[in-house]
């Protein structure tokens, strides 16, 4: 762990960025009224390796994320505050707090989406593993994505290598080589 970042962080010290803003750091823009909320990445406020959490603030009628599983990472949930339900493949789930939500990695039965159907902020802790690559896949559009990290042979930030396409695009090994 770096000096210079203190290896404890009180949440309500914990900065916050909003889910459209980030949106906009990413080159994208949230795509509809169905989502927003905001984040505070702490894992890597802290300067974690294997964990990565953050606490998540999804807005009364929205969602944070679209309906999403991981291959490689497990995802675990714990309600703090509010009300609303979890969609797990095929099933919709009502949270409330003290509940933990396990969303192990796989196909398209682990599934996951938090969605604040009440009046008031739903805040949940998320904790994941932080393996690289990992593939995500979106059932709802029928995309995937990709991001893998690799270290930087000079020192400095990792590589990341990023990319959403769609399940049914594909291209030979060999074309255009």
Known sequence: M???????????????????????????SLPDARYGGRIAPL????????????????????RAFPFHNH?????????????GHVRIGERR?????GDFIACPAGGGE???QLVNDSDAELKVLAVSGNQTPEICEYPDSGKFSVLAEFDN???GRPHVFAHIGRTHESHDYWEDE
């Open 71 to 83: 291959r490689v990472n497990e995802e675990m949930f714990l309600v703090l505050e509010g009300r």
């Open 93 to 97: 789930l009502p949270i409330r707090p």
């Open 153 to 155: 042979d000079a020192g």
């Open 43 to 62: 894992g890597l406020l802290l300067g974690a390796r294997k964990l990565g959490y953050n606490l998540t603030v999804i807005a009364p009628g929205k």
């Open 110 to 112: 682990t599934a996951h």
């Open 2 to 28: 770096s000096a210079a970042r203190p290896p404890v962080l009180n949440v309500d010290d914990a900065p916050f960025t909003e889910l459209a803003e980030l949106s906009r750091m990413r080159g994208s």
